[in-house]
């Protein structure tokens, strides 16, 4: 019997317990499954854990664009590529919080803070801790995504009260190199290390699209279910393509291929939140659709990510209304 065949719904009950030793040839047969038994399963899961018709809202903001040093090839804030953003300062408070009414007000539960740095310096992460304390005093969950961080700065971080720190591995440990060299792979492990540590919630996943092959979805999807705790939270990227940027230009993702990403993660990480991330403006309601119905129940919400469009804010909620689904 061929692996596939025996993670088949019918012979395989155990699919569904959470468990951190998935091996990539475990990951490589649920790829390999028929695209119903696959969604089948992921949907089977997503069941005995979430309520499927809850989608739990997300918005992002910008607090620190464009200027960074790394050379991510998918980024359009590296000053290494010229796409047009312009870098800015880190935003003032008051202007943080007006932006965090406004995503509460129109029904978002988390505010996530991204700031284009290598890895922050104290004395922004002191300016940063204030914005935390200020949106969580608003009622709202707080994420921020700042780069790398050491061991007392994740501590600073926690005592601000974060809720969650965003830190992607990106893509396979295989790829990466291909992608990022200004920073390894065991960097982004360390980071991760010391958010899990400080006792902060952890966000991380990953791009589809960046020009890899299915044997390094599988092997992100694999990495990220070996983590020693799974991320409470696992977004999955779709690239925006940015003009300028090495990866604009390169051959997009075929939409199914991306929603076995989707299934993949919900089913090696059955309680974790599954986040369709970034490219939902570059999908079609049908093929979103069947993220969530592959385990996906988180989306940012809004009409931009950090730099580029995301799907208007009517769209989002007809489609939801559509599906039956609801805001968590
Ligand atoms: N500078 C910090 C860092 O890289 O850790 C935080 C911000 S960075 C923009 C956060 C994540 O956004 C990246 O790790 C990547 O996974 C995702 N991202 C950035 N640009 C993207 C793009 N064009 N398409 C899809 N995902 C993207
Ligand atoms: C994540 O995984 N995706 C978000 C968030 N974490 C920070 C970022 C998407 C960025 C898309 C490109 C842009 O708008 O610049
Ligand atoms: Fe900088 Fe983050 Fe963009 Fe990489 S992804 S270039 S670290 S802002």
Not at 67 to 93: F, I, N, R, W
Not at 247 to 258: H, M, N, Q, R, V
Not at 260 to 284: F, H, Q, Y
Request: proline letters at 5%; aromatic letters at 6%; one cysteine or more.
């Amino acid at each position: 019997m061929s692996l596939a065949e025996s993670l088949s719904p019918v012979t395989t009950p155990a699919l569904g317990a959470v468990r951190h030793d998935w091996t990539r040839e475990e990951v490589a047969a649920l790829f390999a499954l028929p695209f119903s038994d696959l969604i089948f399963e992921a949907q089977r899961i997503h069941r005995e854990n979430f309520d499927p018709r809850e989608v739990q809202i997300s918005t992002l903001l910008s607090i620190k664009t464009g200027g960074c040093p790394e050379d991510c090839g998918y980024c359009a804030q590296s000053v290494k590529y010229d796409t047009g953003v312009k870098a800015e300062k880190l935003m003032a408070l008051d202007a943080v919080l007006a932006d965090a009414r406004a995503a509460k007000a129109a029904g978002a539960s988390r505010f996530c803070m991204g700031a284009a740095w290598r890895s922050p310096k104290d004395r922004d992460l002191e300016q940063v801790c204030a914005m935390v304390e200020g949106v969580k005093a608003l009622g709202m969950e707080t994420c921020v995504t700042l780069g790398m961080l050491t061991g007392s700065q994740a501590l600073r971080l926690k005592d601000s009260g974060l809720d969650y720190y965003n830190h992607n591995l990106d893509t396979s440990p295989e790829h990466y190199g291909n992608i990022i060299t200004t920073r390894t792979y065991q960097d982004r492990l360390d980071t991760l290390a010391h958010v899990r540590e400080a006792g902060i919630n952890v966000c991380c996943g990953g791009i589809v699209g960046l020009g890899e092959g299915e044997t390094d979805r599988i092997s992100m999807i694999a990495t990220l279910a070996s983590l020693p705790s799974h991320p409470e939270s696992v977004p999955i990227n779709m690239l925006v393509q940015v003009e300028g940027t090495p990866l604009s230009g390169g051959e997009t993702i075929d939409a199914i291929d991306f929603v076995r990403t989707i299934a993949a993660a919900r089913i090696t990480m059955p309680k974790s939140m599954v986040r369709l991330s970034a490219g939902r403006e570059d999908m079609t309601d049908e093929a979103q659709a069947l993220c969530f119905v592959a385990g996906a129940n988180s989306i940012f919400y809004g009409p931009k990510l950090l730099t580029t469009p995301n799907r208007a804010h009517d769209k989002d909620m007809q489609l939801l209304d559509r599906l039956g689904m609801v805001p968590a």
